[in-house]
């Protein structure tokens, strides 16, 4: 395909300008990566951002691979003698693959058919006869006596004409325009239906709800639409799609039968035929991998952002932490790091089996580590007996007159860190549970440089993450992480190789040697001293060191977003102010004063010169949130404890298309449903809420028997709920009565919840 034709086609499938997508696809073809050509080359590509770019990349990519294939078609078809100049036109005019392999459908190879063995048999001329037969003349049973040869197993005017009908069938489903009116019509006005397996219809399931289910197939959103996949793969479900088959019928008969054929009634039969024999299985299998897909890119969208938001969540800082992996029978492991992370020393406590000496043995450490390492913030996981070691701590710095923050952070993930080689790799000679202990500490002080060393699909903010394309899953999260990652910046001196990994242009074997390097030869004071790692080139420090930071470098630009290839020119900015470097970042009033049309030049323009005022007035400033700390109700500890009407602070740690899931400390999760998440309508609850975000929510209903807690975040329930006063007397919520299914019981059902998210999904 022409490089213009190219450029034509993503320029109508972007919207993006003609140059805007020349100059893109330069980049990305010359090797530089999305957050590089985003934040450094706006002039090229007219500001666009990362989404834009990552469009163009895409559509490049899929158009790519649609060439490739689409060479190996006309290959073939040629080799057969059959490429037509009509042909070739259709194919080389195709932009969808699906279109594309429908033009090659009558030309591929197939197994031996129905209309194969009648063309072997000599019945294609008699096909032909039928469809081209118009006004008076033979009968079909007339035409097909000649045809009649027992020898070939034809041995009846009626098998002639079956085997003809079978040639014509086959020939009819093949036909590309006949297979996308059937595919637009089945997707258009088709359902999508679900029936239980026959003899488990009484069976008790979290698949209830599909057991006799209908809805409009467009219509089925992602998380039905992989419920409903898994009860199938599970054996629980039944799916199958319910076309409009008198219209398609109608539509086919009117594509492939001449009102004028004296055969009309016999050749829609044969329609009918090719319809429900030959395209129907092919086209609903076509459909289903259609919804399929648009579900799964809804879901991963949604896992996505969820990634994002918890990535990009407020670091705690260059504190002195004190991480605490809580466990009953085997103890809880409290490990101190320092202000960058690194381990100092460990030890187990158990304060919650063994009575009181090992109570008071327990108090003694904690209060000894917090001392001996001038601890500043403890973080607990918020895993099992989480809550209990809170209380714990709380009690002991209550007692002791200490005032540091305690604080809950998210397991997920943890274990799994603990066992990863990056994690054998950092502490070789520490139990899984201390490094657990240690990753909980830093993911307090920077959630972004610890999370990036899990696999994202461990850290639970997805949903039906194992039901969707993994190739696509993994491509987004890399995507997200690639793009939080380069957003934020990276500590040049104190970065994991995992982290620099996915720093632009850095590769995991270079990140690694850039470690190592660290490692061997002491801290970085330049970044050009990254020019002297092996295999470490010009290209790849281009891409990179933009987004590397060294703290008080003797080049106060080191420390800043501002890429090399521009130092020359802020040095000239500072001259004509008659300061020096340092002296201009000091005097960030005068940066206001500066005539940035003065520096417009060949590669360089006012989004640059912006950007680099922008950051010469926060130089090493970190962009995301300031850290503020929550706490949970010290009354409420288990699910047991909680009572409708209760108003507690809670945590956002999941964010699906029905809802949100909010953490409020019992140790189970429980749920806003859309319609409760504002008091007005929501359509995307990623509009309302965001992982990692804190929020007040009031108790609706709590279900013991399933474990669902059902909450609302509604402005006037909230309200409500605080003028409410608890009375001393108030039972425990075990010795009441089974409340009535509220409507948002309703509302959860029908949205398909059962539970909380599981952290597969």
């Not at 449903?673 to 804190?694: M, Y």
């Not at 001393?728 to 959860?748: D, W």
Request: charged content about 25%.
């Amino acid at each position: 395909m022409e490089k213009d034709m190219l450029t034509g086609i993503l320029v109508e499938e972007t919207g993006l300008q003609a140059n805007q997508v020349q100059q893109t696809v330069l980049l990305l073809e010359a090797g530089a990566t999305v957050p590089f050509i985003a934040r450094y080359r706006k002039e090229a590509t007219g500001e666009l951002d990362e989404v834009q770019i990552r469009l163009v990349q895409e559509r490049l990519e899929y158009h790519t691979e649609l060439n490739e294939r689409r060479q190996t078609i006309l290959k073939s078809i040629e080799e057969q003698g059959r490429l037509t100049p009509e042909l070739r036109r259709k194919i080389e005019a195709s932009r969808q693959k699906t279109e594309l392999e429908d033009l090659y459908l009558p030309f591929k190879p197939k197994r031996r058919t129905k209309a194969s063995i009648a063309r072997e048999r000599g019945l294609e001329p008699l096909a032909e006869l039928l469809l081209a037969a118009h006004g008076g003349g033979a009968t079909a049973q007339q035409l097909a006596e000649p045809f009649v040869k027992p020898e070939l197993e034809v041995a009846t005017a009626a098998d002639a004409l079956a085997g003809a009908g079978h040639i014509l069938a086959e020939r009819f489903a093949d036909d590309a325009a006949a297979r996308a009116l059937v595919r637009d019509l089945t997707w258009q006005q088709g359902r999508f239906c679900s029936q239980s397996v026959r003899g488990k219809e009484a069976a008790v399931s979290k698949y209830e709800m599909y057991y006799d289910f209908s809805e409009p197939l467009r219509q089925v959103p992602s998380h039905r639409m992989l419920a409903m996949r898994r009860g199938e793969k599970e054996n629980v479900l039944r799916l199958r799609i319910e076309a409009p088959q008198e219209e398609i019928l109608g539509r086919l008969s009117a594509l492939f039968v001449s009102p004028e054929s004296r055969f009309a009634g016999l050749l829609r039969e044969i329609v009918a035929d090719a319809y429900q024999r030959l395209l129907t299985p092919s086209i609903e299998l076509d459909v289903r991998l259609q919804a399929k897909k648009a579900a799964d890119q809804e879901a991963i969208r949604v896992f996505a952002e969820n990634l994002r938001n918890l990535l990009l969540a407020a670091p705690a800082g260059s504190r002195r932490v004190l991480g605490v992996d809580p466990g009953l029978r085997t103890g809880s492991k409290l490990a101190a790091v320092d202000a960058t992370g690194r381990f100092l020393e460990h030890v187990t406590i158990y304060p919650h089996t063994g009575g009181e000496a090992r109570v008071t043995s327990a108090k003694a450490e904690l209060l000894r580590l917090v001392d001996a390492h001038a601890i500043e913030m403890v973080a607990i996981g918020n895993g099992t007996a989480g809550r209990e070691m809170e209380q714990f701590v709380r009690l002991v710095f209550k007692e002791t007159g200490c005032k540091l923050p305690v604080v809950m952070v998210s397991e997920a993930g943890a274990s799994v860190y603990s066992a990863s080689d990056i994690a054998r790799e950092e502490f070789a000679e520490l139990d899984l549970t201390v490094r657990g202990a240690i990753s909980i500490a830093r993911r307090l002080q920077d959630p972004l440089a610890e999370l990036v060393k899990v696999d994202p699909k461990s850290i639970g903010v997805g949903q039906y993450q194992h039901d969707v394309s993994q190739t696509a899953l993994k491509k987004a999260l890399d995507e997200v992480v690639e793009s939080c990652v380069n957003y934020v910046g990276v500590d040049l001196n104190t970065a994991s190789w995992a982290l620099l990994s996915f720093v632009s242009g850095i590769s995991a074997s270079l990140a690694k040697a850039i470690v190592h390097h660290r490692d061997s030869l002491g801290a970085y004071s330049r970044r050009e001293q990254l020019l002297e790692v092996p295999r470490f080139g010009q290209k790849s420090f281009e891409q990179s060191a933009g987004f590397l930071r060294i703290r008080n470098a003797a080049q106060p630009l080191d420390n800043t977003a501002v890429h090399p290839e521009r130092y020359a020119l802020v040095e000239q900015m500072a001259a004509d102010l008659g300061l020096t470097l340092p002296g201009l970042i000091a005097e960030t009033a005068l940066l206001d004063k500066i005539k940035l049309e003065k520096y417009v030049g060949p590669g360089i323009g006012l989004p640059t010169l912006r950007d680099i005022i922008v950051e010469l007035k926060k130089p090493g400033r970190d962009p995301r949130a300031t850290f503020v700390t929550t706490g949970f109700r010290e009354d409420v500890m288990e699910v047991k404890d909680l009572e409708a009407g209760m108003t507690l602070n809670g945590i956002v740690t999941n964010v699906a298309a029905f809802g949100a899931f909010v953490d409020i400390g019992v140790h189970q999760d429980g749920l806003v449903h859309i319609s409760q998440l504002a008091d007005r309508f929501v359509k995307d609850p990623n509009q309302v809420v965001k992982v990692g975000q804190q929020v007040q929510v009031r108790v609706v209903s709590v279900d013991l028997q399933r474990m669902r807690i059902a909450l609302t975040m509604r402005r006037g329930a909230l309200d409500n709920s605080l003028e409410q006063k608890r009375p001393e007397n108030r039972p425990r919520p075990e010795q009441k009565t089974a409340r009535p299914r509220s409507e948002l019981a309703a509302a959860l059902q029908k949205s398909g919840f059962r539970g909380t998210p599981d952290k597969d999904a």
